[in-house]
């Protein structure tokens, strides 16, 4: 079943989203060549604190910490540690959740720490985030959740080559409902599957986390013996992004971004819903 928020609701979660959107902003400046992701975790659970939220990744199954710290080859899930010393060069997939009166938000990004990366890895981030704005764009009242997955792909696949041959959309994770849970139906995937039909209708209250995983080869992956670090099977670098959305009456309202995705959806020819937190 999928769970329809009230506007009520739908403020609670944006009160979350502002939460990861500060820890997006936080981990950004301490994502330096020298850091350790333990360090970044120390970062997020900080912010969490500031704010009087508390971490949804903590704990969620077993998981040790408060961010997915995931870096180059490795696609989600990767744990803090003291060992993993980001260098020039680098990319890392940081991603966040908070939870605010018993109602989520769950973002991630990727960020290139120092510099002198190569255009393809800059290509690679940029096509996958536009890919999540492709789909973020999708949700409006009346689609269907295969819209959403149809736009995630058909941006991929409208794209040049990499010089590595071809992008990998990774296929065995996807996005999914969110709201007073986490990981809530429907699952969605960022391509378009026959197998699953065309998915529930979208309506306002609908709230979904949009989240693209690209490679710069396989779309395939593993997890290794920690039971939580993926990495691509060829060992490709890979981006992740992702935003929370909410549907509403008025269209979609990005719960993540500060502006709620006001200024990305109009070059996308796409009102987004007015913030309920003003």
Known sequence: ??????????????EAGLVVAAIHAATREAAVPGATTKDLDEVARKVIADHGAKSNFLGYGGFPAT?????????VHGIPSEDVVLKDGDIISID??????GWHGDAAYTAFVGSGHAPELIELSRVTQESMWA????????NRLVDV????????????????GKYGIIED?????IGSEMHMDPHLLNYVSR?????P????????????MVSLGTPHTEVLEDDWTVITTDGTWSSHWEHSVALTEDGPLVLTAVDGGKAKLAELGVKAAPDPLG
């Open 195 to 199: 197998k699953r039909g065309r998915g």
């Open 135 to 142: 789909g973020i764009a999708a949700m409006k009242n009346g």
């Open 201 to 212: 209708k979208l309506v306002p209250g609908f709230c979904l986390a949009i989240e693209p």
């Open 173 to 177: 994770y996807g996005g999914h409902g």
């Open 67 to 75: 961010i997915c710290t995931s870096v180059n080859e490795v696609v």
């Open 1 to 14: 079943m999928v769970e329809i928020k009230t506007p009520e609701q739908i403020a609670k979660m944006r």
């Open 149 to 164: 997955s149809r736009a995630v792909e058909t941006y991929i696949r409208r794209q040049p080559r990499p010089a590595t």
């Open 96 to 101: 966040a959740g908070a939870i605010v009166d």
